[in-house]
């Protein structure tokens, strides 16, 4: 009962609706600009102002296709690096009731590149490299876990290959944020990493069970190719499978009920 109390006041976050985020990443104007990283298509953040709201934004302009790549996971076939993953992820989190833990995410131009533009998480306590080497799961290790166990189930649906310590950070409330998606999306039909599976949440399972293809597309067509569609349902499938034989001890509540 406490947890269910709780849920509401944890993502009731800063006032603003994900509507409102993704309406001000589209048009508000940038007032200060830094490069965080070499090149052009490097990260950018930018603080954004449109005469009433300030915030910060990361803006991604990495668009790359390769026919093979050579990285940590190995070599990988039509390997693809685009800023257009960013925004899949985001909607794609929003289909499944993860709007309170991946920040809002648009397409708009930047000096000419189209880019993904991402709310800055405000109030950044860690990422998890630094969660890590800490050795600490915050002042309440099972809502850490309950967090966790999501985002470790999201990077197997999605086939993210760059979960790296810095792409998961930690703010004030110990509220966990997944960003840059740029690396995910893979063609695989099978999990990357089965052994991710544990425990899942409830409304999460639900919300996978009820992914479809013409869903997908009415969301995610832009951002997505139809086999990366077909995809995520294929390990939609493996994952949804997997829970339902683990039974419902495996299963948890953290999100909210929608
Ligand atoms: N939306 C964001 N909110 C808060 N911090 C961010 C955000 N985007 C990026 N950062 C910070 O900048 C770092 C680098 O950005 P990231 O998007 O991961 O690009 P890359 O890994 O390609 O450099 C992140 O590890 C994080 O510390
Ligand atoms: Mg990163």
Redesign the pocket.
């Known amino acids: 009962m406490a947890l269910l109390l709780l849920v509401p006041a944890l993502f009731a976050q800063d006032g603003l609706t994900l509507e409102k985020k993704e309406q001000f990443l589209l048009k508000a104007s940038i007032t200060r600009e830094r490069a965080?990283?070499k090149g052009i298509t490097g990260?950018v953040r930018a603080t954004l102002s449109d005469g009433t709201i300030t915030h910060d934004a990361?803006i991604?302009s990495?668009n790359e296709q390769k026919a093979k790549f050579e990285g940590v996971m190995g070599s990988e076939i039509n390997f693809r690096d685009t800023y257009l993953f960013n925004i899949a992820a985001y909607r794609l989190g929003k289909m499944l009731g993860l709007g309170g833990m991946i920040?809002p995410s648009v397409p708009r131009a930047h000096v000419g590149y189209g880019s993904a533009w991402?709310?800055?998480?405000e109030d950044?306590l860690m990422?998890e490299g630094e969660r890590a080497k800490k050795n600490t799961m915050g002042p309440d290790p099972d809502k850490w876990g309950r967090q966790t166990l999501i985002v470790r189930v999201f990077d197997q649906l999605i086939a993210n290959t760059d979960r790296n310590a810095?792409?998961t950070?930690y703010d004030k409330d110990w509220r966990i944020?997944m960003?840059?998606h740029?690396r995910a999306f893979r063609l695989h039909k099978q999990l990357l990493n089965p052994k991710m599976l544990d425990k899942c949440d409830r409304q999460f399972l639900a919300a996978m069970k009820s992914l479809n293809l013409g869903g997908l597309k009415a969301e995610l067509s832009p951002y997505l190719r139809q086999d990366e569609m077909k995809a995520i349902l294929q390990r939609r499938d493996v994952i949804v499978s997997y829970f339902e034989k683990a039974g419902p001890d495996k299963l948890y509540e953290y999100l909210p009920q929608r």
């Open positions: 965080s990283k990260t990361s991604q990495i920040p991402t709310w800055w998480v950044v990422d810095g792409n950070l944020w960003i840059d740029t």
